[in-house]
Every structure is written in C-alpha cells, then in structure tokens.
C-alpha cells in the first residue's frame, strides 16, 4: 500500500483508469459490506461501477485482488530511491511508510476501506493467500532497492529477512488497528512502535 507516483500529471487515459480501477474497488466494497464477501459475485460488482465483468479483469484478474489492489504500490519505490544516500534501510522504510499512511489517512474513504481491507484478509482464507502472493511479489520489489541501496545481492539472506521483517510489522500493525477500531491517528504512532521493535529488539 503506497501512494502511485508518475512524472508530471498523468495523461487522460491513465486518469481514466485510475478512475475505473476505483469505481470497481469502491463497489466492490460496498457489496461486501452488505452482503458479504462471498455473496458478491464478480457480475453483480460490474453492475455496480456500470462496467462489464471482462473490464472488472481486466483491471484485476482475480476477486481477491479488487480487495487488494490500490492505486499505491509503484510509489513506493520511487520514493525509497529517492531517500538521502547513507540513510538506515530501516529508517528510510519508516519515513517512507510515514508519509504513505499520512497519505491514506487523510481521506476518509481511503480510511474505511484500509480497515475493511484488513478485515477481510483476517477474515476470507482466499485473501488471505492471494495476499501473501501480493505481498512477496511486493516484497522482491523493494527488496532489489534497498538491495541496490546498500551494495547488496537481492538474493541475500540478510535483505528478504529484513524485508519479510518489516512487511511484517506493517502487517501486524494495520491488522491490530483495525481489529480494535482505533482512531485513525492512532495508525502512525503505531507503526513508531512496531519499528522501534525491529530497531531496537523486545526488552523484557
């Protein structure tokens, strides 16, 4: 989950899919509030955003992926490679997380549907696995920067622990908010803690 960045303003078809891609999602979302995941099929989604179910997959090829799909993934690493040279790998991932959930928080929409999101990943086992898909895939990503940052070998045994770590945390962290229906301010301040926890270790 992290903000898209492209250079300049995008072109009108790219806002167009942007708009498409959220029509669907928002859908989506309110289907499966009423009636539950489930029970929303794929056509019933596309009726909603008054698109055809070959355009829902077209955007996302499978249900679970409107779930988890959002409009912030390239962003992220654009911004991890745009962090100072030198900084702490640990610390360059917190500001960039910072100023994603920032981000995320400050619209209201965006809000609900990170807590609905985090929901049903606890509570739908196939999201639950495409999710762990998306994650790792993700995961290489960033990793092949903070690789690229630090002289190391994406393949290194020390960068995918400390990627899965920090995926992790921010797993952990999203998932105890949500469950305990915290006010949104709340989110940051908790992802403080948990990446004081990979910094500093858990003092007993």
């Not at 409107?66 to 962090?83: F, S």
């Not at 100023?99 to 999201?127: F, H, K, N, S």
């Not at 690789?147 to 920090?166: C, H, K, M, W």
């Not at 709340?186 to 910094?199: H, Q, Y």
Request: a negative charge; proline letters at 6%.
């Amino acid at each position: 989950m992290c903000p898209r960045a492209t250079a300049g303003r995008p072109g009108l078809r790219e806002r167009k899919k942007v708009q498409t891609r959220q029509a669907i999602r928002k859908a989506a979302y309110r289907l499966f509030a009423e009636d539950g995941y489930d029970a929303t099929p794929v056509d019933r989604i596309a009726a909603e955003a008054d698109v055809s179910p070959s355009t829902v997959f077209r955007y996302f090829p499978t249900k679970e992926d409107i779930v988890l799909t959002d409009e912030y993934d390239d962003g992220m690493l654009d911004a991890l490679r745009n962090r100072p040279a030198g900084e702490p790998p640990l610390d360059a991932l917190r500001a960039v997380m910072h100023e994603t959930l920032t981000m995320v928080l400050a619209d209201p929409d965006e809000c609900a549907e990170l807590v609905q999101r985090q929901l049903l990943v606890r509570d739908v086992p196939a999201i639950r696995g495409r999710s762990l898909e998306t994650m790792t895939a993700t995961g290489r990503l960033l990793g092949a920067v903070v690789a690229d940052r630090t002289g190391r070998s994406p393949d290194d045994l020390e960068i995918r622990v400390f990627i899965a770590a920090v995926f992790g945390s921010l797993h952990e962290t999203t998932m105890y908010w949500a469950e305990n229906g915290l006010a949104n301010d709340a989110l940051v301040p908790l992802l403080n803690r948990a990446f004081d926890v990979l910094s500093d270790g858990l003092h007993l």
